[in-house]
């Protein structure tokens, strides 16, 4: 057997293989660098779907307002206190105890939350947007109107009171509290 | 005993919505309701092509009381209100789903006047409906869960598990990563309850099923998940669309609204679930008296669960959370109350709900028996020992106080007792039709809302289970109440409808809601008015009278 040619015939299929390695690698480096890269989805970030042209959005529905939390008002505090409800209350409520979530009442009086981050209007939406180990991230669901609505709410009317829930703006009936 | 399980197949299903589309002669009785509910302002709403749209709702909401009244258009595109005070109102399309939104304001009242033609436009040319935001909010837990991608067992794990307690729009508005999944749904599943205040070990369903669900939410509903394109439910046709729908506000907001009950003079009265209010509204006016009921124990969650009017007028109430059973005399607004005797920790519930008896004793299953119970002392007078279920979510008896029924939900299963012979059954159901609260019917049947999506219904005749499935896929029901006529009406909570089957003719009704929720608890029939008058109040806080033409 002529060796001199065995090895030419294995270098060349080196060659080739190291080749095909390479482009294929060339190729692919991109599209991860780019995957790593590509921005997170957050509610800031994603793209709304567009609506026809031309169309009013009917503040009349109940499900449009339920939707988007905007049954008390369509924005500041009271809008902030909806939001509380749906997604605060339920763990940090007044007789939750030591049991669940830390009570919200007093968080800006504190000098730091229990996660290091600063009890400060930053440190507290920061909170709220990466969540922690018992805590979901509401940066996916909640945006910056969303997350001012409720810090205005929490810094100056926390909390929710069960023995007085909030008036109803669309009910106009007079005031027959017994 | 023998147990006949009536389980109605795909395509049976397919059949009773053809059936339920049918034209039917309304009978000759009739006649004076219609007379009652149309007279008032009326027109046609056609398409942009002018071809009648059928099964549109068109509502008028009053400028004095916020008061919203529905029709809807026949296949002609014809609608018609009944008379309606003299005033300025909007006039709006309800859901108009695959058209663009439909407003006018202010439009002038006075008297039977024609309006000009709704003609609306779609939103788009294709079969699935974009998701805009309008879309988004309109779209009701079924269309939303036929749209979205994944397993039957996935969807499954979902309406087993979820279904009692909100909307799944509640589900599926948000967007979290898996480990905010996992919070949730733990959260959900172990807490306690409605408020979900004590988190206990065990959860509703097991770890490796809970991860399940969290992983495909994750999937669906992730960061990156889009929003689908919808599939949607049809729009009512031929009987469904005749009715009037009317929806009255009430003073709060969140007050998680649990049940009704009428009273003789016409009102009705509401429950609140996490607040300490009670309600009475007048539906001729639409003004709401609330009632504060005194405060409970420090620490205990306020909330009235089950209220009930008694027939000399006294309201009844049971403090889920606070663990006690009250009572209002409106002619003194004076309460009582009695602290309920149970075992379970505050802010856990302390039962499912109760029934009261002609003679105004209070009855409950639990704690694997039946029982009588004096409701001004809460002491025990007698009770009945279950073999096989140990408690049911709800509680009735029948008119004569003979029988006492309940579902056995979270378990497949009834609770029936003849209290004349003793006997107690307790038939099973099939998997996962959790039968909840419901009512006796005149000919002593006792039926049952199914968390699974169906009506169960007990044959005190037969002593069989009887089982008839809804034809919308992904409901569920709560509560089932029968009428003067033996028809059996319940709200179907994630579809957007209120449900009317008739068992005679296995004929279902389902009428289109304003809204895309139909989150009833406890319905109340007024078999005064012919044909009956169904009153229920939703879950997201309003009150919903249901007035069918037949």
């Known amino acids: 057997m002529d060796l001199g040619k065995g090895a030419r015939i294995l270098a060349g299929l080196v060659l080739v293989l190291a080749l095909v390695a390479g482009v294929f690698f060339l190729q692919r480096a991109p599209q991860q660098q780019q995957q790593a890269a590509a921005p997170e989805i957050t509610a800031e970030t994603r793209t709304p779907y567009p609506s026809a042209e031309g169309i009013v959005a009917d503040n009349d529905q109940r499900s449009l307002r339920i939707y988007e939390f905007r049954k008390a008002a369509n924005s500041g505090p009271d809008r902030g ?94 005031d027959l509290t017994q | 005993m023998a147990v006949r399980m009536k389980i109605l197949g795909g395509a049976s299903l397919m059949a009773l919505v053809c059936l339920a589309s049918l034209p039917i002669a309304p009978p000759a009785y009739a006649a004076a309701n219609i007379e009652r509910l149309l007279g008032g302002p009326k027109g046609v709403v056609k398409s942009e092509q002018g071809i009648p749209l059928e099964g549109i709702g068109v509502q008028l909401i009053s400028d004095k009381a916020a008061i919203r009244t529905t029709v809807y258009s026949n296949a002609e595109g014809k609608y018609e209100f009944p008379k309606l005070e003299s005033g300025t109102y909007t006039l709006r399309v309800a859901l108009p789903r695959e058209f663009q939104p439909y407003v006018k304001k202010p439009v002038q009242i006075n008297g039977p006047v024609n309006f000009e033609d709704i003609k609306l436009t779609r939103v788009t040319k294709l079969e699935l409906l974009p998701p805009t935001r309008e879309i988004l909010a309109q779209m009701t837990g079924a269309e939303w869960l036929a749209s979205v991608s994944g397993t039957g067992e996935e969807k499954k794990l979902l309406t087993q598990n ?109 429950s609140t679930h996490r607040s300490s209010y009670v309600g009475k509204l007048d539906p001729k006016t639409g003004k709401v008296t609330e009632f504060h009921v005194p405060d409970v124990d420090e ?92 408690s049911t979510y709800g509680s009735a008896m029948s008119d004569d106080g003979r029988y006492f029924g309940g579902g056995a939900w979270p378990r497949d299963g009834v609770i029936v007792v003849d209290t004349k012979t003793g006997e107690v059954f307790e038939p099973d159901s099939s998997p996962n039709t959790g039968p909840a609260r419901g009512e006796f019917d005149p000919f002593g049947n006792y039926w049952a809302g199914g968390h699974g999506g169906l009506l169960v219904e007990f044959d005190i005749t037969k002593k069989q289970i009887v089982e008839y499935r809804i034809p919308t896929p992904y409901t569920a029901l709560y509560t089932a109440h029968a009428d003067k006529n033996g028809e059996i009406w319940a709200g179907e909570s994630h579809s957007g409808r209120y449900v009317r089957f008739n068992p005679k003719t296995q004929q279902w009704t389902e009428y289109m809601l304003p809204e895309p929720y139909g989150f009833d608890r406890e319905s109340w029939v007024d078999n005064s008015t012919d044909p009956v008058t169904v009153w229920y109040t939703d879950h997201d806080g309003w009150i919903t009278r249901i007035q069918p033409l037949e």
């Not at chain 1, 290091?116 to 509401?138: L, P, V, W």
């Open chain 1, 81 to 174: 206190r909806e939001i509380f409800y749906y997604k605060c209350w339920f763990c940090h409520n007044e007789f939750a105890g030591k049991t669940s979530a830390p009570d919200l009442a007093t968080v800006f009086k504190r000098e730091k939350l229990l996660s290091g981050r600063s009890a400060t209007e930053e440190g507290i939406k920061d909170e709220i947007r990466n969540g922690g180990e018992g805590m979901a991230a509401y940066k996916y669901v909640l945006n910056e109107a969303d997350l001012n609505d409720l810090v205005a709410y929490i810094r100056d009317h926390c909390c929710w009171d069960s023995t007085s829930p909030p008036p109803n703006p669309r009910y106009l009936g007079e």
């Open chain 2, 162 to 270: 979820c279904n009692f307690c909100h909307s799944y729009q509640q589900v599926f508005r948000n967007h979290y990563d898996e480990h905010g999944w996992q919070q949730i749904v733990r959260r959900m599943t172990h807490g306690a309850g409605s408020p979900l205040i004590l988190m206990r070990p065990n959860g509703r369903f097991n770890d490796a099923l809970e991860a399940k669900l969290v992983h495909w939410l994750a999937t669906v509903r992730g960061p990156n998940s889009e929003d689908p394109q919808f599939v949607t439910l049809p729009r009512p046709q031929g009987r469904a669309t005749r009715l009037v729908i009317t929806e009255y506000e009430l003073p709060r907001l969140e007050l998680a609204t649990h049940d009704v009950s009428g009273d003789a003079q016409g009102n009705v009265w509401y």
């Open chain 2, 299 to 390: 620490g205990s969650l306020p909330g009235t669960h089950w209220i009930h009017v008694d027939k000399k007028g006294i309201v009844w109430g049971s403090e889920n959370w606070a663990h006690n059973i009250w009572h209002l005399d409106p002619k003194t607004n004076q309460f009582s109350r009695v602290h309920w005797k149970v075992t379970e920790p505050i802010n856990a519930p302390m039962g499912g709900n109760y029934a009261l008896d002609p003679q105004g004793f209070i009855w409950k299953a639990r704690n694997n028996k039946v029982t009588k119970v004096d409701a001004n002392t809460g002491e025990e007078v007698f009770s009945y020992p279950t073999k096989k279920f140990a």
